[in-house]
């Protein structure tokens, strides 16, 4: 069974930065896309930002500009650097992982808390 295991979330006043982190228990050429979701009270879930396994990345309009997704070159880890944050991109943040074959896996889920 695949595992994703996320680190970082926590409490930060508006403007201010985070950078969430992905491990998961899964050979690296078996990674299609890795990204991170977030849902937040009330929402439903929605892509933040995805990295492919060729480098390509796309992002959610909200925090284009503001937030960095990133991979470790030959490892199953992907980072969010979140800058500039806004009281808006206070939710749960979940790790998503697509693999080959296709299969979905998420992380337990992170809480971003920003303060106004």
């Known amino acids: 069974q695949v595992q994703l295991v996320e680190s970082g979330g926590g409490l930060v006043q508006a403007g201010g930065s985070l950078t969430l982190s992905c491990a ?3 050979n690296v050429l078996r990674i299609n896309t ?10 439903q ?4 930002a995805r990295i492919t396994r060729t480098g390509s990345t796309n992002y959610a309009r909200s925090v284009e500009g503001r937030f960095t997704i ?8 992907v980072y969010l650097q979140m800058n500039s944050l806004k009281p808006e991109d206070t939710a749960v943040y979940y790790c998503n992982l697509n693999s ?3 299969v979905e896996y998420w992380g ?3 809480q971003v ?3 106004s």
């Open 24 to 26: 998961a228990s899964i």
């Open 34 to 43: 890795m990204g991170w979701y977030r849902q937040a009270p009330g929402n």
């Open 45 to 48: 879930r929605e892509l933040v």
């Open 70 to 77: 990133s991979r470790v070159t030959g490892k199953s880890t």
């Open 100 to 102: 080959i074959p296709n």
């Open 108 to 110: 337990q889920g992170t």
């Open 113 to 115: 808390t920003v303060s």
